[in-house]
């Protein structure tokens, strides 16, 4: 069975930081590429960052660069979102997803919420 788990979201003030954790079970994760996206009700989808399966190319949306890291630990069959100096745009549910080819598999989503 595969999961997808997510944790780490959280209430956080403007400027501060939160680590994200996706934990993945039931599928070959290393060849797996990984995907943060956020979304917020009423609000398209985002790609925030992606990582390649072997963790050595990543890219990431315009609107987190400098501020986001994406890494993963194929050992431990986890990524990781270090999300840092973060605003209250970046207000949202954040999604963990396993891409190879057309296969997709999708997280639960945990919240962040940067408080006023």
């Known amino acids: 069975q595969v999961q997808l788990v997510e944790s780490g979201g959280g209430l956080v003030q403007p400027g501060g930081s939160l680590r994200l954790s996706c934990a993945a079970s039931g599928f070959t994760f290393s060849t797996y590429a990984m995907i943060w996206y956020r979304q917020a009700p009423g609000k398209e989808r985002e790609l925030v960052a992606r990582i390649t399966s072997a963790g050595s190319n990543t890219n990431y949306a315009d609107s987190v660069k400098g501020r986001f890291t994406i890494s993963r630990d194929n050992a431990k069959n986890t990524v990781y979102l270090q999300m840092n100096s973060l605003k209250p745009a970046d207000t949202d549910v954040y999604y963990c997803?396993?891409?190879?080819?057309?296969?997709?598999?999708w997280g639960q989503g945990t919240q962040v919420n940067l408080s006023s």
């Open positions: 997803i396993a891409n190879m080819s057309w296969t997709e598999y």
